[in-house]
């Protein structure tokens, strides 16, 4: 019984890891330079994103480990997965993070999502224009830059505190 239970949850895993694997082959390809990417969009500002808070904010990394959440307000697993980007950027000072908001219809409805999950990290109002330079395919997507602005990881769906602080390293 214990022998049927490790064999099942082997196949689990292997599946899980093969259908993730599946899922990110859409997104940017990790050792990508951000500004090559922009160049390719060339109607894309990555300096000058909007926030809700009516500030601007740059997607580009600014000398640290950014962390970028591309998140939809009525995505559930973004609502899940959220408090965790929020852990990771209280307890890690040298890490960046930004949240751009993608598929909604007001920015109330981002402000909404931003009071209940309690987000002190800047939240961007993205555009089509954004996810389509990001490749964004599914919610939540996130990429980690390094210092110079270097795509060297990425994920699509929920991740853990741990998880996200690890992809950070």
């Given amino acids: 019984m214990l022998r049927s239970f490790i064999i099942q949850a082997l196949v689990f895993l292997v599946a899980f890891q093969a259908l993730s694997f599946l899922r990110e ?27 809700v808070m009516d500030e601007l904010v740059s997607l580009n990394s600014q000398g640290k ?3 970028l959440y591309f998140f939809a307000p ?5 609502h899940a997965s959220i408090g965790n ?12 993070v930004i949240a751009v908001a993608l598929d909604f219809t007001s920015k109330e409805e981002i402000m909404k999502f931003t009071s209940k999950h309690q987000l002190t990290f800047p939240i961007a109002l993205g555009n089509e ?12 997507s996130y990429y980690i830059l390094d210092e110079q602005n270097v795509i060297k990881g990425k994920s699509m769906g ?9 992809r950070t390293l």
């Fill in 25 to 51: 082959t859409s997104m940017l390809a990790t050792d990508t330079e951000l500004s090559t990417t922009a160049k390719q969009h060339a109607s894309v500002d990555l300096d000058n994103v909007p926030t």
């Fill in 85 to 96: 980007l929020q852990a990771l950027f209280q307890k890690n000072e040298e890490v960046d």
């Fill in 129 to 140: 224009a954004i996810k389509q330079t990001f490749a964004v395919t599914g919610y939540p």
């Fill in 74 to 78: 009525w995505c559930q697993v973004c």
């Fill in 65 to 67: 480990v950014t962390v």
């Fill in 158 to 166: 929920y991740s853990s505190e741990l998880g996200l602080y690890l």
